[in-house]
């Protein structure tokens, strides 16, 4: 049950108490049986799982559409301000627990299943979710969009649909095998299609000049395929507001005409040829969560959905009778990462050539539009095209970046004279091996505003791979650290800790993360840290029954739940992690009364399908897995699990159920981590670097509250210049050389000493994430985690207190700062009565 203030008649409505928006028990009931029967077609006696969770979700849906409707009559009336966010990804996780949430009323609908006959939680398991992100950039765009509808910001999120997003993960012999993610097989509730608004867009051919009717050269651009953009709306309802923002995705489809010039010469497959193509672009999201692949049907996914975006936004404009010159007094468009920042060449070019707009004015208008957020400093992660890829796709758009350079370089040269080094190093083309469009370097001379994601991060930027920018434009520059949104990361997934907050406190901190730090006086409470023990000790009985269900491994709900759960990379250090989960284990064996703290330590994540020694990763957990957990030297000491299909879905039970969070990546790589946030909210205490967030999150928490190791980002490149010798810490250390030994000599892997080969001499040779050198001092700190957590008081007292000290870390508060310092929009309240007027 969700404690909540139950909502007055006045605050939705009394006049439209119906069954399409009342929300009384008796209502409900109504409004789900009915939709059963005339939407699914179905009555109780033959309606299956999946037929009551559609009939659910239209009822929630009806609910949301009259909230949607007022928003949309609102700004259009007014016509407000707006953000507009664009994402290649969105990883929004299921709808339904979220919109009965911020709808306030999940426990109505609670009752009304319960007086059916009905599980609540039975039916929400059943939804597929849209999982159309990898990882941290995905899911900070989902947080986003809670954030800025809870805040009653006009938003439009623009990104795509993907018909298959994230593979689904299966573990098959420890390895990883991917399968195809079908998520709209069983339709999709959430989503309104509006195929009134589709624009086109254009693809490769040349360009050429024409006289426009004043009799002025302008540039036309003719394509050599031209495929459409279907929107597909989503409503995103803010948290107990009227306020339902609109997530529009794309779908490519092939133009009508365009089958039919193919069908009446007679070529029936031609037409069809050119239908699949077209819809190719939208298929699949690319799975590789940090590394850029220069494929062109990616390229084009970009622009596709960039182009649908801007030309929606210019619609929007025209029917407002906005003038194109107040386009960024209209609009503030942010881009998540380089994967939009076409963008500013497109902006361009739509004012240029289809609105004949001068040079200089729509320059200007392009740079006060957009804002640039970067998200990470891996260099295989920042995108470049070669020249041929980009000339044969987007000729226009290389022409436009070919001016926008000249112009740039010209102001550089003024600025700091001839300094070729410095001209080519910010040059927007990489003329160094083979030629290519910078993506990031177009981010940003085309925005007002360059953000990292974290204070660290954000430094590095400035000091590193953006360093030249900084030099020329310093004020551009700031930094915005994440947060995440506390309606799903505490309220949906940790009800009973949501429950005793606000039993304490009132429920202010929903909304206001902030005040979650009123939980401190209750601290020293027995009564309030009894129920505090106990709701993270049911936490984790739900966990070990859903591992024991999926892994058929039986875990110890009184050991201490060592918890990673993140994309699997190198950066990321999970093979420290396992180093660490073998020397207990090579403790144990060689003291078998050795009295220790009892763990479990659980990973999941996924790996990039290509991304061969990630995989190898997973496989070292699972084979070590497999010996930890059949030995009976060890029994209930320790065991190691990996979950597979870590997904939003799956990860809501995670969070609330970890004693301890890993957050262990190479000090400087992770730009700023979200899970580290997730778990400490939910009371789980952290052993991490000085790496991202982790450095604010332990400033936040009080350093006595986090376990700290690890090299500095400044040891890294210490190190990295003064020569880096890996082998020489596994020689002198016996615990490491040991475990190494063991994963090179087969000792977890049947004998065979071939399988973790390329691991292993990674680790030896090389070791790019020095994780030879993070060792010691980590399995040291474990050392004292495993010492504070038999202290049952004390562990108690820091995991309060790290929920009750993350009240920075809400989404909420990173949204706000984003309209402060970026967007400078305000708020634009809803009320549900224009919808009975039927106004705007
Ligand atoms: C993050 C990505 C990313 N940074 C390329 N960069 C992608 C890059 O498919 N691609 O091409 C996909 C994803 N993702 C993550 O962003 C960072 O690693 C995290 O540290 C950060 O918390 C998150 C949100 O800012």
């Not at 805040?151 to 298959?164: A, V």
């Not at 095209?385 to 040269?413: A, C, D, G, T």
């Not at 939003?648 to 609330?656: D, E, F, G």
Request: aromatic share 10%; proline share 4%; hydrophobic share 40%.
């Amino acid at each position: 049950q969700i404690q909540e203030p139950q909502l007055q008649g006045q605050d939705v409505g009394m006049q439209c108490e119906d069954d399409r928006t009342g929300i009384g028990v008796e209502t409900l009931k109504r409004a789900f049986l009915d939709n059963l029967f005339y939407v699914q077609g179905k009555f109780p006696a033959l309606a299956t799982k999946h037929d009551y969770y559609m009939a659910l979700a239209y009822t929630v849906r009806d609910r949301l559409l009259q909230r949607w409707v007022n928003t949309a009559a609102i700004y259009t009336q007014e016509g407000s301000r707006t953000v507009a966010y664009l994402s290649a990804e969105f990883l929004m996780g299921p709808h339904l627990g979220n919109n009965l949430i911020n709808l306030g009323i999940y426990n109505q609908v609670q009752q009304a299943m319960t007086e059916l006959k009905l599980d609540l939680k039975e039916l929400l398991a059943k939804e597929e979710e849209p999982g159309l992100g990898n990882g941290g950039l995905g899911r900070l765009a989902a947080c986003y969009l809670d954030s800025l509808a809870s805040l009653e910001i006009p938003t439009l999120g623009y990104g795509i649909r993907y018909e298959f997003g994230i593979f689904d993960q299966i573990i098959r012999n420890g390895w990883q095998v991917e399968k195809t993610d079908k998520w709209l097989r069983y339709g999709n509730p959430w989503e309104i299609a509006r195929p009134e608004w589709a624009v086109s867009v254009k693809f490769g051919g040349r360009t050429e000049a024409h006289k426009n009717a004043q009799g002025r050269y302008q540039v036309r651009w003719v394509p050599h395929k031209v495929v459409l953009g279907i929107p597909y709306d989503t409503p995103i309802l803010g948290y107990k507001v009227n306020t339902a923002n609109t997530l529009r995705l794309w779908k490519a489809e092939a133009p009508e005409s365009f089958d039919f010039e193919a069908f009446n010469r007679g070529n029936y497959y031609g037409a069809v040829d050119q239908k699949v193509t077209s819809e190719n672009l939208t298929k699949v999201l690319y799975p590789n969560d940090e590394t850029y692949e220069g494929k062109q049907l990616r390229l084009e996914q970009q622009y596709f959905f960039v182009s649908c975006a801007l030309q929606d936004m210019l619609r929007i404009m025209l029917r407002q009778k906005l003038p194109l010159e107040q386009f960024h007094e209209k609009f503030a468009v942010q881009l998540n990462d380089t994967h939009p920042a076409i963008a500013v060449a497109e902006l361009m070019r739509l004012l240029l050539d289809e609105h004949e707009m001068d040079w200089e004015p729509a320059w200007e208008i392009t740079q006060k539009t957009f804002g640039y957020t970067n998200h990470t400093l891996l260099p295989e992660a920042l995108e470049k095209w070669s020249l041929k890829l980009f000339s044969s796709l987007l000729p226009r758009h290389l022409e436009i970046i070919y001016e926008i350079n000249w112009r740039f370089l010209e102001q550089v040269r003024h600025k700091f004279g001839t300094d070729e080094g410095r001209i080519g190093r910010l040059s927007l083309i990489d003329e160094n091996d083979g030629k290519f469009v910078r993506m990031a370097h177009l981010a940003c001379v085309g925005s007002h505003r360059i953000n990292g994601v974290a204070e660290l991060h954000s430094e590095l930027l400035k000091k590193t791979t953006l360093l030249d920018f900084y030099e020329f434009f310093p004020e551009k520059f700031t930094n915005v650290t994440n947060g995440v949104t506390p309606r799903r990361w505490i309220v949906l997934s940790n009800p009973k800790l949501a429950n005793l907050i606000t039993s304490c406190i009132g429920d202010s901190w929903i909304k206001h993360l902030e005040d979650v730090q009123q939980i401190e006086t209750f601290a020293q409470d027995p009564g309030f840290q009894k129920e505090w023990q106990q709701i993270k000790r049911e936490n984790k009985v739900n966990v070990a029954s859903i591992l024991l269900d999926r892994t058929g491994v039986k875990v110890d709900p009184d050991s201490l739940f060592d918890i990673q759960v993140k994309r699997i990379h190198q950066y990321k250090r999970q093979h420290l992690n396992i180093l660490h989960a073998i020397t207990l284990y090579n403790q144990i064996k060689q003291n078998p009364n050795l009295d220790i703290t009892p763990r479990t330590l659980i990973f999941a994540g996924k790996a990039a399908p290509g991304y061969y020694i990630a995989k190898l990763i997973i496989k070292l957990i699972d084979s070590v897995a497999d010996v930890v957990n059949k030995d009976p030297d060890i029994g209930d000491r320790l065991k190691v699990v990996f979950l597979p299909d870590y997904n939003v879905k799956n990860s809501q039970p995670i969070y609330p159920a970890a004693d301890l969070s890993e957050q262990i990546s190479t000090a400087g790589k992770e730009a700023s981590g979200t899970g580290n946030m997730k778990f400490a909210m939910n009371g789980a205490l952290t052993i991490g670097t000085l790496d991202g967030a982790n450095i604010e999150i332990r400033n936040a928490v009080g350093a006595e509250n986090f376990f700290l190791f690890g090299l500095t980002t400044e040891d890294v490149g210490a190190l990295r210049l003064t020569g880096y010798r890996p082998w020489e810490y596994y020689e002198a250390n016996p615990q490491l050389k040991q475990a190494i030994d063991q994963i090179a000599s087969g000792y977890f892997s049947h004998g065979d000493r071939r399988l973790f080969k390329p691991l292993v001499d990674l680790l030896l040779d090389k070791d790019p994430f020095m994780l030879m050198a993070d060792y010691q001092p980590y399995i040291d700190c474990q050392q004292q985690v495993s010492q504070t957590y038999r202290d049952r008081d004390r562990w108690l007292q820091m995991s309060i207190l790290n929920t009750a000290r993350m009240g920075k870390f809400s989404s909420d508060r990173a949204i706000r700062e984003y309209c402060q310092q970026i967007w400078k929009v305000k708020p634009v309240p809803v009320q549900l009565a224009a919808a009975k007027t039927g106004d705007g």
